[in-house]
């Protein structure tokens, strides 16, 4: 019985431990994907900005779903890749804010993202495998591989990615006015990319 009881108290505790987690990680995503409704990536990241206009960026800001399901076939977990896609947006935003003038009306709109993004890993223990250092490190030294990218394709990469990391673990729903086509493959992420798609 006091075996028992220990084993209770243990897993009492580590579900309290989840919640006050969790709730605060998802209550950001949750943010994050109102943020990046299709509407909004159409009219900040593509009406607001000149026909056909593209961005450089380094290769490793262009995180899609195939990077996702290669570095999980190299043994990357979970939570290594909610950190990356997370630094990885930062500084695509970082890199859209940077072009845009001064009286942009796109310009608040990254701001908003920025200042939640800021929260995501605010006091992130999470210690790196030396793959996502590597990345990290060609993602923040200069030089480097370039690609010109549309400003809205590299949100729609966030928000599929975003879907294929927090969707289940978040309980997100995909709205209706969702192309199909721009949600990752199902089984991106072996166990998070459910076969279901909840509609809103």
């Not at 709109?109 to 992130?124: E, P, R, T």
């Amino acid at each position: 019985m006091a075996v028992q009881s220990a084993v209770l108290v243990f897993l009492w505790l580590l579900v309290l431990a989840r919640t006050a987690v969790i709730p605060d990680e998802c209550r950001i995503i949750e943010l994050i994907d109102r943020k990046l409704q299709y509407e909004n990536r159409v009219m900040y990241m593509s009406d607001y900005f000149p026909i056909d206009y593209q961005l450089p960026v380094k290769y490793e800001e262009i995180l899609q779903c195939q990077n996702i399901s290669s570095l999980i076939s190299e043994g990357i977990t979970v939570d290594e890749l909610r950190f990356l896609w997370g630094i990885v947006s930062e500084n695509v935003l970082q890199s859209i804010w940077r072009v845009l003038p001064q009286r942009h009306p796109s310009r608040s709109y990254i701001d908003d993202l920025q200042n939640i993004f800021n929260k995501l890993h605010a006091g992130s223990k999470l210690e790196p495998s030396d793959v996502i250092n590597d990345i990290l490190e060609r993602l923040w030294l200069p030089g480097g591989k370039v690609k010109s990218v549309a400003p809205r394709n590299l949100l729609d990469d966030c928000w599929r990615v975003l879907h294929a990391l927090y969707q289940e673990s978040c309980d997100l729903c995909v709205p209706r006015t969702a192309p199909e086509e721009t949600l990752c493959p199902n089984g991106t992420v072996p166990g998070l990319s459910p076969a279901q798609r909840p509609s809103c």
